[in-house]
């Protein structure tokens, strides 16, 4: 039996607020003292959670708000999933059981909601018995007519705090600021999204996105045990070499840009899978042009070599061309000033390009945190933050 929405809550967001929208996986890490890891997934499906401003702008907004949440508020509520707003492309007559609208890269999930939104008290709630890219086919017909280009929203069945403060302005003018979290309902078909748009390279997706640069934060981690208690010292670490950590911001100006870092995350169960991913960083300075067949690569000389190139994070290389495409490879041997690839490369670089290609180290390793929070500043833009934490091959 599906979960009953007790509440719609439809006064719009303030957008110069921001939105966060977020997915949220659970993993459960077994960690030897050497770094070894066994997950766990938890969770089959992400549980989504949504916060924002609500401002009310005269004194019904505000008596609107503070009346639902004084009858409603440890109950089930509909809330519109703001973010992910589509409009009717074709009228929608009363008695019809179906609408015409682009659904793609948006939370619209067989057996859940859809709201049809004029304005906080005009509306209309349907239940959703299948989707397609443009259609979304209703359980019921339709009790009222809504003309083209009317907003549809999908809605998230939802719980939100149990303590909730309205701001005052003035008298009749405040604001809200909303959390809340899906509440459970296993009826729905959820929407899990995939990371078939993304690359492979030995088996497993390659995460490519350009993060912004300014900002980007790498770690170097190395648990070490000091003995000290009498004063003299010893040190020893159970880990074998450095491992990896970094984290990075990404933009998006889209719901398809949008809908791709969360399809990727969704892939991987948060924590749970492995791929890899490029450091984003100039690690490695290629020195001579190379054609596509070429295995060596030539380098600026690089401190401690052999210390880089007897170890993971140096194993797998990826280099970036000026056009956005990369080629990945894996390093059999270095010496002073080459590398030596296991296979040929694949694309050739000439001399005129040599100080635009990027090359950096591409390391195996899963998300750092099991909730992929997604900052909104409209509708379509916005930007969010992923942590990455090395896994170890062998």
């Known amino acids: 039996m599906s979960l009953d929405v007790q ?81 009717l492309l074709s009228d929608a007559p009363a008695g019809s059981s179906s609408l015409t609208a682009d659904t793609t890269f948006r939370n619209f999930e067989k057996g859940g909601q859809c709201i049809i939104y004029e304005d906080y008290r005009t509306y209309e709630v349907a239940e959703i018995s299948n989707i397609s890219d443009t259609t979304i086919t209703l359980s019921s017909s339709l009790q009222n007519s809504w003309p083209a280009e009317t907003r549809v929203y999908p809605v998230l069945k939802a719980r939100i705090k149990q303590r ?58 190395k648990p070490l045990q000091l003995l000290s208690f009498y004063g003299a010292e010893e040190t020893y670490s159970m880990y074998d070499e450095t491992v990896f950590a970094f984290r990075s911001t990404l933009n998006f100006s889209s719901k398809k840009q949008a809908w791709r870092y ?70 059999s041997s270095a010496n002073e000033d080459a590398l030596i690839l296991a296979s040929s490369i694949g694309k050739a670089a000439q001399s005129d390009i040599l100080s635009q290609l990027m090359c950096c180290f591409l390391l195996l390793c899963h998300f750092g945190h099991d909730e992929l929070v997604l900052n909104y500043i409209s509708p379509e833009c916005g930007h969010l933050s992923l942590s990455f934490m090395e896994v170890k091959e062998t």
């Open 7 to 87: 509440k719609y809550l439809t006064l719009e967001p303030d957008w110069t607020e921001g939105l966060k929208y977020s997915r949220v996986w659970k993993t459960q890490i077994q960690k030897s003292l050497t770094g070894k890891e066994v997950r766990s997934a938890i969770y089959t499906w992400p549980r989504k959670k949504l916060e924002y401003t609500v401002f009310a702008t005269n004194y019904a907004e505000q008596a609107y708000l503070k009346r639902v949440l004084f009858k409603f508020v440890n109950e089930v509520w509909g809330i519109p999933l703001w973010q992910d707003e589509t409009i």
């Open 262 to 331: 969360i399809s990727f995350f969704d892939a991987h169960k948060g924590r749970f899978g492995v791929f890899y991913a490029p450091s984003n960083v100039l690690d490695i300075k290629i020195v001579a042009p190379f054609s596509a067949d070429d295995q060596i690569i030539y380098i600026e000389p690089i401190d401690f070599i052999d210390s880089w190139f007897g170890s993971d994070a140096a194993k797998h290389i990826i280099i970036f061309w000026p056009d956005g495409s990369f080629k990945c490879a894996e390093v």
């Open 164 to 221: 909730q403060q309205i701001k005052s302005y003035t008298r009749n003018t405040g604001s809200l600021r909303i959390s809340c979290q899906e509440a459970f309902d296993g009826d729905i078909t959820h929407l899990i999204g995939n990371a078939d748009d993304f690359e492979q390279y030995n088996g497993l997706y390659v995460f490519d996105p350009e993060p912004v640069i300014y900002g980007l934060r790498q770690e170097l981690l």
